[in-house]
């Protein structure tokens, strides 16, 4: 009623009750006055944010947005070294930069992504503090790996973000591995995921593996950032589950397959964009097209081959390579025969039937020699009979 509205002034005022609540609640501990002190400038910003239309006033309206994170966040540090277990700091820490964040919609592209950026530096070291209560830090965690994603959708158009994307997830998997952090390896999960729609939505879409060229127009540029993308996807597809394996968070193939055959689902995605995009940024018309087609049926293949060959005792691995087999087989029949023609049609079916050929007589020797104990030259001699 005072300042007629949700503006900077009022934003302002409760920002000054805040930090003069603050001693108090950090000596008292009282979580009445810590609400009421700590969650009203939060809301007053992100509704004065919201009706910041006149552009004037623009960066008034994101500097107290950036204040109100930079005081939330000290608050929330001054409160959970003083009580670790305070419920109230968790929340303010993972509450405050919402304030700048949001407060990004006003500036351009450069200042935007580098405000959120600025937010997402400051909560990821916040989360890698190895002293602090985990709760807080996981808090921070994602609330900055958040940031992290608006930063990098900002910053970054196109393809290039996809890739980003996908790479930050990644990073995120080794991360969770060599710190045993659990919210690292959620948040690696959740960009991988987001990065594979927006991978199948647009760097490397499911009609580059369907259609011919002639009825995709794009461009070499395209296919050479649908590779990058394509190889990154592959290697996100590989890091989770080894992250989550190493952190026991993930079993064995054979106790847990569902998220091992998802993973590897993802791979054979990756690995067939890959294939199909370098062979059509080669050659970007129907030759380069059924050429790839051609490469990613035996590749599948092989693939099988090396799975089958290493499961001989290791019952998901033989598992996998019989679905794979299936699979190449599939294709082969079904998409291969109707799409390829020519000599593209007569390298698919020779090569995996060579392949499988290979793969049959070869799987065979090595599981008759598996059935045949060793120990049976090391038995001694049945004694004489009389």
Same mark, same amino acid.
């Given at each position: 009623?005072?300042?007629?509205?949700?503006?900077?002034?009022?934003?302002?005022?409760?920002?000054?009750?805040?930090?003069?609540?603050?001693?108090?609640?950090?000596?008292?501990?009282?979580?009445?006055?810590?609400?009421?002190?700590?969650?009203?400038?939060?809301? #007053? *910003?992100? %509704?004065?944010? $919201?009706? /910041?239309?006149?552009?004037?006033?623009? &960066?008034? =309206?994101?500097?107290?947005?950036? !204040?109100?994170?930079?005081?939330?966040?000290?608050?929330?540090?001054?409160?959970?070294?003083?009580?670790?277990?305070?419920?109230?700091?968790?929340?303010?820490?993972?509450?405050?930069?919402?304030?700048?964040?949001?407060?990004?919609?006003?500036?351009?592209?450069?200042? #935007? *992504?580098? %405000?959120?950026? $600025?937010? /997402?530096?400051?909560?990821?070291?916040? &989360?890698? =503090?190895?002293?602090?209560?985990? !709760?807080?830090?996981?808090?921070?965690?994602?609330?900055?790996?958040?940031?992290?994603?608006?930063?990098?959708?900002?910053?970054?158009?196109?393809?290039?973000?996809?890739?980003?994307?996908?790479?930050?997830?990644?990073?995120?998997?080794?991360?969770?591995?060599?710190?045993?952090?659990?919210?690292?390896?959620?948040?690696?999960?959740?960009?991988?995921?987001?990065?594979?729609?927006?991978?199948?939505?647009? !760097?490397?879409?499911?009609?580059?593996?369907?259609?011919?060229?002639?009825?995709?127009?794009?461009?070499?540029?395209?296919?050479?950032?649908?590779?990058?993308?394509?190889?990154?996807?592959?290697?996100?597809?590989?890091?989770?589950?080894?992250?989550?394996?190493?952190?026991?968070?993930?079993?064995?193939?054979?106790?847990?397959?569902?998220?091992?055959?998802?993973?590897?689902?993802?791979?054979?995605?990756? !690995?067939?964009?890959?294939?199909?995009?370098?062979?059509?940024?080669?050659?970007?018309?129907?030759?380069?097209?059924?050429?790839?087609?051609?490469?990613?049926?035996?590749?599948?293949?092989?693939?099988?081959?090396?799975?089958?060959?290493?499961?001989?005792?290791?019952?998901?691995?033989?598992?996998?390579?019989?679905?794979?087999?299936?699979?190449?087989?599939?294709?082969?029949?079904?998409?291969?025969?109707?799409?390829?023609?020519?000599?593209?049609?007569?390298?698919?079916?020779?090569?995996?039937?060579?392949?499988?050929?290979?793969?049959?007589?070869?799987?065979?020797?090595?599981?008759?020699?598996?059935?045949?104990?060793?120990?049976?030259?090391?038995?001694?001699?049945?004694?004489?009979?009389?």
């Amino acid at each position: 009623m005072l300042t007629e509205g949700f503006t900077v002034l009022l934003v302002g005022f409760l920002l000054v009750l805040k930090m003069a609540s603050t001693p108090v609640q950090i000596q008292r501990n009282w979580p009445g006055l810590a609400i009421a002190g700590g969650f009203p400038p939060i809301f #007053a *910003s992100l %509704l004065t944010t $919201a009706n /910041a239309i006149p552009r004037d006033y623009e &960066w008034t =309206v994101v500097g107290v947005a950036a !204040a109100t994170t930079v005081v939330g966040i000290a608050v929330a540090l001054l409160t959970i070294r003083k009580r670790p277990d305070d419920i109230v700091a968790i929340a303010l820490v993972a509450g405050s930069p919402l304030a700048a964040m949001f407060a990004t919609t006003l500036l351009e592209k450069p200042a #935007a *992504s580098a %405000l959120a950026g $600025a937010v /997402a530096a400051v909560l990821l070291a916040i &989360w890698m =503090v190895p002293d602090l209560p985990k !709760a807080f830090t996981t808090a921070a965690g994602a609330t900055g790996m958040l940031a992290l994603f608006q930063t990098t959708v900002i910053a970054l158009d196109g393809n290039v973000r996809t890739a980003i994307v996908l790479a930050e997830a990644v990073l995120l998997a080794f991360l969770a591995a060599r710190l045993n952090k659990k919210s690292a390896l959620v948040g690696s999960i959740v960009f991988g995921a987001v990065g594979f729609l927006m991978t199948i939505g647009q !760097a490397v879409p499911l009609t580059w593996l369907l259609e011919e060229p002639r009825y995709i127009v794009v461009g070499s540029g395209d296919y050479a950032a649908g590779l990058v993308t394509a190889l990154v996807l592959g290697v996100f597809a590989a890091t989770a589950p080894w992250a989550a394996l190493k952190m026991q968070v993930l079993r064995e193939p054979a106790k847990h397959p569902f998220p091992w055959i998802l993973a590897g689902l993802v791979l054979l995605y990756g !690995a067939a964009g890959a294939v199909l995009c370098a062979a059509l940024l080669v050659s970007p018309d129907e030759s380069g097209f059924l050429f790839g087609h051609s490469v990613v049926t035996v590749s599948w293949t092989i693939a099988a081959l090396f799975l089958l060959v290493k499961g001989i005792n290791n019952k998901a691995l033989r598992i996998s390579g019989l679905i794979l087999v299936g699979a190449a087989v599939v294709k082969l029949v079904t998409f291969d025969l109707a799409a390829l023609d020519g000599v593209a049609r007569v390298l698919a079916f020779l090569g995996a039937g060579l392949v499988l050929l290979t793969a049959g007589t070869r799987y065979a020797k090595l599981v008759a020699s598996a059935k045949t104990p060793d120990s049976y030259e090391s038995k001694p001699a049945a004694p004489p009979s009389h």
